[in-house]
């Protein structure tokens, strides 16, 4: 695993030439690597953290954990998780299951006793993306980003029964951030966002 990290690193580091300024061709490249890095230190730190001889669960909170907080107040549920939502429509597996420690680990704390979880028989969630100021927006925002699916997939069962019509409406706005970015997904019952709804539009859509 190690040996991945520092083939990664020096190939990152060979993108930058030894006197002026990267071609775009470099900086792409060093992008490209730059996300194969993370997954590959995602993947390690999940090595030790599970397996290493001193696991972190007994030592002090996951990467996961330190990236997620959770909190339920007035009816709404809501998480941040301290990373903005990877820039890339495919997400690795180290990525991938990144994500839903970190989201489980902002559900556990909302959880925690004497607290519950509520239930939505139908519910509404917000996706809120704060991205850092320079990134690629067309990577980040194209609707066919599985990060989306990830979020949704792992709050069903939990918050609500399914990610139907029947069950479930979200939506997915962003702003620019000048920091490192965060995601913050809030759940909350549909029937709120219906009053509001109301009073814009009529009930059966608009008129002709």
Same mark, same amino acid.
């Given at each position: 695993?190690?040996?991945?990290?520092?083939?990664?690193?020096?190939?990152?580091?060979?993108?930058?030439?030894?006197?002026?300024?990267?071609?775009?061709?470099?900086?792409?490249?060093?992008?490209?690597? $730059?996300?194969?890095?993370?997954?590959?230190?995602?993947?390690?730190?999940?090595?030790?953290?599970?397996?290493?001889?001193?696991?972190?669960?007994?030592?002090?909170?996951?990467?996961?954990?330190?990236?997620?907080?959770?909190?339920? /107040?007035?009816?709404?549920?809501?998480? $941040?998780?301290?990373?903005?939502?990877?820039?890339?429509?495919?997400? $690795?597996?180290?990525?991938?299951?990144?994500?839903?420690?970190?989201?489980?680990?902002?559900?556990?704390?909302?959880?925690?006793?004497?607290?519950?979880?509520?239930?939505?028989?139908? #519910?509404? /969630? #917000?996706?809120?993306?704060?991205?850092?100021?320079?990134?690629?927006?067309?990577? /980040? !925002?194209?609707?066919?980003?599985?990060?989306?699916?990830?979020?949704?997939?792992?709050?069903?069962?939990?918050?609500?029964? *399914? *990610?139907?019509?029947?069950?479930? #409406?979200?939506? /997915?706005?962003?702003? !620019?951030?000048?920091?490192?970015?965060?995601?913050?997904?809030?759940?909350? *019952?549909?029937?709120?966002?219906?009053?509001?709804? $109301?009073?814009?539009?009529?009930? *059966?859509?608009?008129?002709?």
């Amino acid at each position: 695993m190690y040996t991945d990290l520092n083939k990664t690193l020096t190939a990152i580091g060979k993108c930058l030439p030894a006197d002026g300024e990267p071609t775009t061709e470099q900086l792409y490249r060093m992008y490209d690597l $730059t996300q194969r890095l993370l997954s590959q230190e995602l993947a390690v730190i999940c090595g030790l953290e599970t397996y290493g001889p001193n696991p972190a669960r007994q030592e002090r909170p996951t990467l996961a954990r330190q990236h997620a907080a959770g909190r339920n /107040v007035n009816g709404i549920v809501t998480l $941040t998780l301290e990373e903005p939502i990877p820039a890339m429509k495919r997400l $690795t597996e180290a990525v991938e299951e990144h994500w839903k420690a970190m989201l489980h680990a902002a559900i556990s704390e909302v959880a925690q006793p004497p607290r519950t979880l509520p239930f939505f028989e139908q #519910a509404f /969630v #917000a996706i809120e993306i704060i991205t850092p100021r320079g990134s690629n927006n067309a990577r /980040v !925002w194209d609707t066919s980003n599985r990060a989306i699916q990830v979020i949704l997939n792992n709050l069903k069962g939990i918050f609500f029964h *399914d *990610d139907d019509m029947e069950h479930m #409406a979200f939506s /997915v706005v962003g702003r !620019w951030s000048e920091g490192l970015g965060k995601t913050v997904i809030r759940i909350f *019952d549909f029937a709120r966002l219906q009053q509001v709804w $109301t009073g814009i539009l009529p009930p *059966d859509g608009p008129g002709p």
